[in-house]
């Protein structure tokens, strides 16, 4: 990862949050503020374009979380709790103050959705991209999903530890224009993104 970091110099800014940094990077004037909440895995490349078009609008922030992308690794397990902490440190750190509107895709709306609840004075919105329901946690079926999906994440770090992950994955690069595809395939095939990856 040191060396995909060095072929491919961070977008944004590397901001401390207390010993470690986290990747953000935010384009664009005016307000609300609009945060990316990347699902997954992914980080900041998921949403560049989306990021683009809404600079025309407002500021938009788009960050990689603990462990991914340019981030450095946490030093605890990923849960929605510590990522919304996270959040909020970050957006502390770098200055970037509300009003928000909060944009979350997959599982990463659970970080959202805390995030808006400990600040409804800041959150003015929330948009959801085929969002993780928080309610669906306490379904049956959540317990043997969760379970697959750590089987996954734990198959797919040891490919990615001799370089194959790619070949198993059916994340699509295609979606990225050249040259960020260079950047998301080192970003996203390697064996940080997956250590924590696991149970919500």
């Known amino acids: 990862m040191r060396r995909d970091a060095t072929r491919f110099p961070p977008p944004g800014r590397l901001v401390d949050v207390g010993g ?6 935010c384009v664009g004037e005016g ?29 938009v922030c788009a960050y990689d979380r603990a462990g991914m992308g340019w981030s450095d690794d946490a030093p605890h397990a990923l849960d929605a709790a510590s990522l ?8 502390a750190a770098a200055d970037v103050p509300g009003p928000y509107v909060v944009v979350a895709g997959s599982q990463a709306r659970l970080t959202a959705e805390l995030f808006a609840r400990r600040h409804p004075d800041a959150v003015v919105g929330l948009l959801l991209l085929d969002a993780l329901h928080s309610e669906l946690l306490a379904a049956p079926s959540m317990d043997a999903g969760a379970r697959a999906l750590h089987r996954k994440a734990t198959l797919a770090e040891l490919l990615a530890h001799v ?4 070949l198993a994955s059916t994340y699509d690069l ?3 224009p050249e040259p960020r595809r260079g950047e ?3 970003l996203k095939y390697h064996p940080r993104p997956w250590r924590r990856c696991g149970p919500w």
């Open 31 to 59: 307000t609300p503020t609009v945060i990316l909440e990347a699902g997954g895995t992914s980080g900041i490349l998921e949403y560049l374009d989306l990021q683009d078009a809404v600079a025309g609008v407002t500021r």
């Open 84 to 91: 919304a902490t996270d959040l909020e440190a970050l957006l």
């Open 174 to 176: 295609d979606r990225h």
């Open 163 to 166: 370089g194959l992950h790619g």
């Open 184 to 186: 998301a395939r080192a």
């Open 20 to 25: 470690r940094r986290l990747h953000l990077h």
